[in-house]
């Protein structure tokens, strides 16, 4: 009779992992999110469970991109497994057409960033007064 003696387990990555970010290019850890508009807001919610928002979560939006930015510090564990994933996470999107990104709002709850602002399907315009100068 032979008996096992648990050792050090080979773990290799489920086929599921590998389609998780299947192009060598894209963002190492990104952030899941979902989109949608409803009630005159652009709504974002992301998935970023076990971050700590004041510190390591930042949003910011810039000429039509939201980015939503994170990092987890990894901690070194000298038994056993982790499959968690630690480093940076990032995502950034394009705002809709009519998204009023100086009216951004962002709150944090049970591991989910809820981004909102307005969204009108008005275009944003100006009108430029011409002033008329002596030659």
């Known amino acids: 009779m032979t ?47 076990g971050f700590d928002p004041e510190k390591n979560i930042s949003v910011t939006a810039h000429e039509g991109m939201l980015t939503i930015s994170a990092e987890r510090e990894a901690k070194t564990v000298e038994h056993g497994r982790s499959e968690f994933y630690y480093g940076k996470f990032s995502r950034t999107v394009s705002l809709p057409h009519g998204a009023d990104a100086t009216k951004v709002a962002a709150d944090y709850k049970d591991g989910i ?20 100068g002596k030659s």
């Not at 970010?21 to 990104?30: A, G, L, Q, R, T």
């Not at 960033?113 to 100006?126: F, N």
């Open 113 to 132: 960033l809820e981004i909102s602002m307005p969204l009108s399907d008005k275009p944003h315009e100006k009108q430029v007064k011409i002033k008329v």
């Open 3 to 49: 008996s096992l003696i648990p050792g050090p387990r080979l773990t290799l990555p489920s086929i599921a992992a590998w389609l998780e970010n299947p192009w060598p290019f894209s963002e190492h850890n990104p952030v899941r999110v979902e989109e949608s508009a409803e009630d005159g807001k652009y709504l974002i919610r992301a998935e970023l469970p």
